[in-house]
T-cell receptor, first 114, second 112 residues
Framework: AQSVTQLDSQVPVFEEAPVELRCNYS??????LFWYVQYPNQGLQLLLK??????LVKGINGFEAEFNKSQTSFHLRKPSVHISDTAEYFC????????????FGTGTRLTVIP | NAGVTQTPKFRVLKTGQSMTLLCAQD?????MYWYRQDPGMGLRLIHY???????AKGEVPDGYNVSRLKKQNFLLGLESAAPSQTSVYFC???????????FGQGTRLTVV
């Protein structure tokens, strides 16, 4: 079975500072990895995904993530955050069985301070 | 394209009442999911479907039932609502395991 751990439930950061949101996963099989963002009172939307190939993945809004197989991590980074990045961020892992289920971490609330 | 549409957006139920949440997608996706979102717990999978006429249990299926009579629709039923089912419910659909899941806007359910 797959599982996802997001180590930080809340991350406050000043505007224009860099940020890293941490995600670790566990799985006995190959997985696909995703980061989603949820703005207040909205559904989730995809930031980026890792399927294979280059371990550095670039997404929307200036975010990027690095897949590290040896450390089973998929941390999300942005070099300079904006007020509009304030949201909840979810890491997710997809198994490759017939069910194609998507398992989520508990989320990290990013608050950008002016 | 509307994507994934959930109805209703808000609902208040009394304990013991029943209701059905409707999810409709217009992307011809095979896989559909129902999640619940609770503070500090992320999204937990309730039930899912891998195609028309199929359903299966997820992580937290107790107290819920689902049906997928048509490919584009996935219904979530609560037969006898309990306060523990107060939550925000999200429906999602996807084409396969390496494509993104598309989410609806959510249904905020309160059981009093």
């Amino acid at each position: 079975a797959q599982s996802v751990t997001q180590l930080d439930s809340q991350v406050p950061v000043f505007e224009e500072a860099p940020v890293e949101l941490r995600c670790n996963y566990s799985s006995s099989v190959s997985v696909y990895l995703f980061w989603y963002v949820q703005y207040p009172n909205q559904g989730l939307q995809l930031l980026l995904k890792y399927l294979s190939g280059s371990t550095l993945v670039k997404g929307i809004n200036g975010f990027e993530a690095e897949f590290n197989k040896s450390q089973t991590s998929f941390h999300l980074r942005k070099p300079s955050v904006h007020i509009s990045d304030t949201a909840e961020y979810f890491c997710a892992v997809s198994d490759q069985t017939g069910a194609n289920n998507l398992f989520f971490g508990t989320g990290t609330r990013l608050t950008v301070i002016p | 394209n509307a994507g994934v549409t959930q109805t209703p957006k808000f609902r208040v139920l009394k304990t013991g009442q029943s209701m059905t949440l409707l999810c409709a997608q217009d992307m011809n996706h095979e896989y559909m999911y129902w999640y619940r979102q609770d503070p500090g717990m992320g999204l937990r999978l309730i039930h899912y479907s891998v195609g028309e006429g199929t359903t299966a249990k997820g992580e937290v299926p107790d107290g819920y039932n689902v049906s997928r009579l048509k490919k584009q629709n996935f219904l979530l039923g609560l037969e006898s609502a309990a306060p523990s089912q107060t939550s925000v419910y999200f429906c999602a659909s996807r084409l396969n395991s390496y494509t993104e899941a598309f989410f609806g806007q959510g249904t905020r359910l309160t059981v009093v």
